[in-house]
């Protein structure tokens, strides 16, 4: 049986299943049975003015959303969130710049109180630590891992991996201890 979350956030975005290409953001109130949810934790990185507005959910682009998005549209850390939901069994998925209408004072504050509970209702959260923004994936990445004689290879890239996510661009966020 699947156990019901305590909070869901206003809007998801409907992933599939499948690798369609096609997404659509969603008010959680109109699906009308239980469902998981993935959290995208990210940061935004220096966005130019032409990302901000192709990449953010507006009020002039709502409705749009609404009806439908391609996954081609989205820069690579929203797309790498998308396949890590679906390689998980998972339809939907909140990342904040979609689901939350950006530019809506109301939207903002209403939403904006409630994302640690959304952060702490969700079936995980996905921790982009490595990119340092929107352009910048997390899948497929490569790390120049050095070498010591000292140490195993296996237990050089543990120390690696700890460092990378400890010193990574995302706990350099203010809101990292509020989606942990």
């Not at 000292?150 to 706990?171: A, N, R, T, W, Y």
Request: hydrophobic share 35%; glycine share 4%; proline share 3%.
């Amino acid at each position: 049986m699947q156990e019901v979350r305590q909070v869901v956030p206003k809007r998801v975005i409907f992933v599939g299943t499948d690798h369609s290409d096609q997404l659509q953001l969603q008010e959680s109130a109109h699906i009308t049975q239980p469902f998981d949810y993935i959290t995208l934790s990210h940061c935004w990185g220096k966005p130019t003015d032409e990302e901000m507005e192709k990449f953010r959910t507006t009020p002039r682009n709502y409705q749009k959303r609404l009806e439908g998005f391609s996954y081609p549209s989205l820069p690579k850390v929203f797309q790498d969130a998308i396949t890590v939901t679906r390689e998980l069994n998972k339809q939907y998925l909140w990342i904040d710049a979609l689901c939350i209408i950006q530019g809506d004072q109301k939207d903002w504050e209403q939403e904006g109180a409630r994302m640690d509970k959304v952060f702490a209702s969700a079936y995980c959260t996905i921790a982009s630590s490595s990119a340092s923004g929107w352009n910048d994936g997390f899948l497929n990445r490569t790390q120049d891992f050095s070498q010591s004689e000292e140490v195993s290879s296996d237990q050089k890239i543990i120390d690696d991996f700890c460092k990378l996510v400890d010193e990574g661009q995302l706990h350099t966020r203010a809101w990292v201890l509020q989606e942990r």
